[in-house]
């Protein structure tokens, strides 16, 4: 505020300034046409001749000043100076003077800038003929004396209010930035993971959308915080159970003494271990689906062509399974979506391998359109999911009572990449209540440029 209010009290004291060098200059100008006036008053003609009656009590009135020079010239239409000085400072080259016109013009006499009054008097009508000139000038001491007081007498008040005001805004910013200085010293005596509301006691009304958005980010790092660290710690039990029953295996193998039971042992650590990278894999493409919030780029992608080519490239393993896989469309001869072609891969990938796990012998894959957008389905004709538990098999972790196959994580990809999407996930029951479908429902795609 002080840098800004520098500038403008320059600004003011030159305004200031010239203001009242003006109003000064025009009094004193309005006193140097009188004198001219008066002067012109004098002159008389005598006998062809120009003279000038002015006794001297008048001329000393006249040229009477306390702090400037003032002087007079009186010259005939011939050009002769008939009284006062001889060398008048010259009328302005530009300027032509006519007759019963007054110019006033600055010039330099002796060296001093001087202010001078012109006045062509007209001679018509007496024996002389033509134009007299009657000039009257002065010094400008006394002029710029006066401004400079007049200047002083604004500006000396305009700083004293400048400076008061300069206190004060010190003083008022400085009181008002306490609470912030308050607040700061309580934030950063805090410790790393203290992720409690700031306390809005004592803070500042301005302050208080602001801190409630500050608290309920907090709040929503806190939540994210503790889902992280449930998230690890389900993942490290997860992982601890195949550990432990790898090395049970592993130490089962070594104590027996016969090549049968090695074979039991080994087999058993095979599987452990395919459950283990299963779970690593699911778990590295939950952490590359949160990572890719801040940087996913969406682009248009034919729906029909995505799904059917995830259901060419799984069809050897449900075949191997014994378990037939379709794929259909249904209203729509299209299915442009906004996505990003991997994830969704992704997302049908684990779709199709939860059907092949729990879903029974027969999976079919569905795009259908609508005026609402899009939708991919996955349906198979297994037990399905129970009404109750469909909400909450989006939790990480989370299984079916009863199942012991699987790491509990494939539906949460699947809602977690819809989401990214700006899509929804749907559970429902099959034809005649048998089974499972699950339903991602793709806003529309924008047309193309």
């Not at 000043?65 to 239409?77: T, Y």
């Not at 200047?151 to 910013?173: D, Q, S």
């Not at 449930?230 to 193998?253: K, M």
């Amino acid at each position: 505020m002080l840098a800004m209010m520098l500038p403008l009290f320059i600004l003011l004291w030159v305004i200031a300034y010239f203001y009242s060098q003006y109003f000064i200059n025009a009094a004193f100008d309005r006193s140097l046409i009188r004198r001219t006036y008066a002067l012109a008053d004098r002159v008389e003609v005598m006998q062809g001749q120009v003279q000038v009656d002015l006794p001297v009590a008048a001329s000393e009135l006249l040229v009477f000043d306390q702090e400037d020079l003032v002087f007079h010239s009186v010259v005939n239409p011939a050009g002769r100076v008939v009284d006062g000085e001889q060398d008048m400072p010259p009328l302005p080259a530009y300027q032509r003077i006519r007759p019963g016109q007054l110019i006033l013009y600055d010039g330099v006499k002796d060296g001093e800038k001087v202010r001078v009054a012109t006045f062509a008097l007209s001679l018509k009508g007496t024996s002389a003929r033509g134009t007299a000139l009657i000039q009257v000038g002065e010094t400008l001491s006394h002029r710029s004396a006066m401004a400079d007081r007049a200047t002083l007498a604004i500006v000396i008040p305009m700083l004293l209010m400048t400076l008061t005001a300069a206190v004060a805004i010190a003083y008022g910013v400085g009181k008002g930035l306490e609470p912030l200085s308050r607040l700061r010293d309580r934030l950063s005596a805090r410790q790393a993971f203290d992720l409690s509301p700031v306390p809005l006691e004592g803070t500042p009304a301005e302050l208080r959308p602001f801190l409630d958005e500050i608290n309920s980010l907090l709040q929503r790092l806190s939540e994210a915080v503790e889902s992280q660290s449930r998230f690890v710690a389900d993942a490290a039990h997860q992982l601890r159970t195949p550990i432990a029953g790898i090395r049970a295996q592993a130490e089962a193998a070594l104590a027996g003494g016969q090549p049968e039971d090695a074979q039991h042992a080994l087999a058993r650590i095979a599987q452990s271990t395919q459950t283990m990278g299963d779970l690593v894999q699911k778990l590295l493409i939950l952490a590359r689906v949160d990572a890719a919030e801040n940087t996913l780029r969406l682009s248009r992608l034919d729906g029909v062509e995505v799904v059917r080519e995830i259901a060419r490239e799984w069809v050897p393993q449900a075949l191997a399974k014994g378990v037939e896989i379709g794929f259909e469309m249904r209203d729509c001869s299209e299915a442009w979506v906004m996505g990003e072609a991997q994830l969704l891969r992704e997302m049908l990938a684990n779709l199709i391998d939860n059907a092949l796990r729990y879903g029974g012998t027969r999976i079919m894959l569905t795009v259908r359109c609508f005026g609402q957008g899009v939708a991919w389905q996955v349906a198979d004709n297994g037990p399905g999911i129970p009404a109750s538990q469909r909400a909450a098999v989006f939790a990480p972790f989370h299984r079916l009572s009863g199942s012991v196959d699987g790491a509990g994580l494939g539906l949460t990809i699947v809602e977690r990449i819809a989401h990214l999407h700006g899509a929804k996930v749907s559970l429902e029951a099959g034809e005649g209540g048998a089974g499972l479908v699950v339903s991602v429902i793709f806003p529309p795609a924008p047309a193309p440029a």
